[in-house]
């Protein structure tokens, strides 16, 4: 009954769609499902990115149980549209 597959956790490949800069040296990442409707947002410190020389990468792959849902159609379709561009314009490992 341990079927490997039932206990694979699923995972989408989402791409970067925004950044923006708080004023609490944080720097919040939005990475959006293709079809625009789920994201996964991501809060990292501006400090900690410096001293690594990290930048973010144009995709990463996220459990679909970490998605949340986008609300409004409008957002969805910006986001849409953004991740066409990303994905025509950047590998999934480039940094942005």
Known sequence: MGDADTDAEETVRCWLVE??????DLIDLVYATPDGSRVRRKQISATIMRQRGAEATAATDVSTANLDPVA???TRERYRAEVERV???????DEL
């Open 87 to 93: 994905r025509a314009e950047y590998d999934p490992d």
């Open 19 to 24: 950044r923006t800069y708080t004023d609490r």
């Open 72 to 74: 409004d159609d409008q």
